[in-house]
């Protein structure tokens, strides 16, 4: 069955870095996109990162452009957030989901907990 | 970059009665190639969200056919047609037509 698994969440200082990653398996990663969303405490969805299936095209959100960086190894069915000068407001829950063609989205990961504090 | 409104925020359902949720893009969602990538999200309380519906109006696999989709254009809704206690959580639109991609901003359906 399809599984994303999610890890590398902790806490971290403000302008400290983490990598998060997303483990898959279940299915033939390297056909599928992979997006990073995350949820702030309390708070609703937000999408961060989009890479496409062969790692050729990525997207940011603005607020994440120049400090967060995805990419993907499809030998290892891995995908990757590097997440450099880390601020209070990136704290949340970060979410892996895949898609393909027009079905955005549908299998996400349990969620690692990333907390920016002193 | 497309902003997605919900409403309502919250909508206190008795069980076995129907649902709405509506959800309005800034801007068209339909793509150049002619598809509109407007999906529905379900989030039940401690869990990641769930896929229910793509592209307006498609079920996704394993979801009871009591939820459905529609809409075209800027205006799109979510309904439930008889609101079981399983459904309680909070729900989402989301548009993935253009980057980036964005949502709604989440409606809470709970039991009355």
């Known amino acids: 069955q399809v599984q994303l698994v999610e890890s590398g969440g902790g806490l971290v200082k403000p302008g400290g870095s983490l990598r998060l990653s997303c483990a898959a398996s279940?299915?033939?990663?390297?056909?599928?996109?992979m997006s990073w969303i995350r949820q702030a405490p309390g708070k609703g969805l937000e999408w961060v990162s989009y890479?496409?299936?062969?790692?050729?095209?990525?997207y940011y959100a603005d607020s994440v452009k120049g400090r967060f960086t995805i990419s993907r190894d499809n030998a290892k069915n891995s995908l990757y957030l590097q997440m450099n000068s880390l601020r209070a407001e990136d704290t949340a829950v970060y979410y892996c989901?895949?898609?393909?063609?027009?079905?955005?989205?549908?299998?996400w990961g349990q969620g690692t907990l990333v907390t920016v504090s002193s | 970059d497309i902003v997605m409104t919900q409403t309502p925020l919250s909508s206190p359902v008795t069980l076995g009665q129907p649902a709405s949720i509506s959800c309005r893009s800034s801007?068209?969602?339909?793509?150049?190639?002619?598809?509109?990538?407007l999906s529905w999200l379900q989030q039940r309380p401690g869990q990641p969200p769930r896929l229910l519906i793509y592209k307006i109006s498609n079920r996704f696999s394993g979801v009871p056919d009591r939820f459905s989709g529609s809409g075209a254009g800027t205006d799109f809704t979510l309904k439930i047609s008889r609101v079981e206690a399983e459904d309680v959580g909070v729900y989402y639109c989301m548009q993935a037509t253009q980057f980036p991609l964005t949502f709604g901003g989440g409606t809470k359906v709970e039991i009355k």
């Open positions: 989901a895949r898609g393909i063609a027009a079905l955005d989205f549908d299998y």
């Open positions: 801007q068209s969602l339909v793509h150049s190639d002619g598809n509109t990538y």
């Open positions: 890479i496409s299936s062969s790692g050729s095209t990525i």
């Open positions: 279940g299915f033939t990663f390297s056909d599928y996109y």
